[in-house]
């Protein structure tokens, strides 16, 4: 079982930048790949980035190429979200996700064994 732990959330007007962190419990962080995705009001959960297992490999969705970061930590078992140039329509509470299973099929949110209680991200025009 692990529980993830989502924080850095906050208001932030456009243009601005936010830092999320996700801690994870138990000792096997590095056997998990690490995602984030995000859910607006009214919208399906959709996904953001992704890390593998080691974080020598990242993914984005097209949204945010060039603006977010993805990265992990293994040995502090947290997995962190840099986000700059921030738009209003990135508002939406953030999730991370960890996935056991090796499999590419990043923006599939039924592929993922465990999720935090999400973080609130708020940008203002």
């Known amino acids: 079982q692990v529980q993830l732990v989502e924080s850095g959330g906050g208001l932030v007007q456009a243009g601005g930048s936010l830092r999320l962190s996700c801690a994870a419990s138990?000792?096997?962080?590095?056997?998990?790949?690490m995602s984030w995705f995000r859910q607006a009001p009214g919208k399906e959960r959709e996904f953001v980035a992704a890390?593998?297992?080691?974080?020598?490999?990242?993914y984005y969705a097209d949204s945010v190429k060039g603006r977010f970061t993805i990265s992990r930590d293994n040995a502090k078992n947290t997995v962190y979200l840099q986000m700059n140039s921030l738009k209003p329509e990135d508002t939406a509470v953030y999730y991370c996700?960890?996935?056991?299973?090796?499999?590419?099929?990043?923006?599939?949110?039924?592929?993922?064994?465990?999720w935090g209680q999400g973080t609130q991200v708020t940008v203002s025009s």
């Open positions: 996700a960890a996935k056991t299973q090796y499999d590419t099929r990043w923006a599939a949110p039924l592929l993922y064994d465990y």
């Open positions: 138990g000792r096997t962080f590095s056997s998990y790949a």
């Open positions: 890390i593998s297992r080691s974080g020598g490999s990242t």
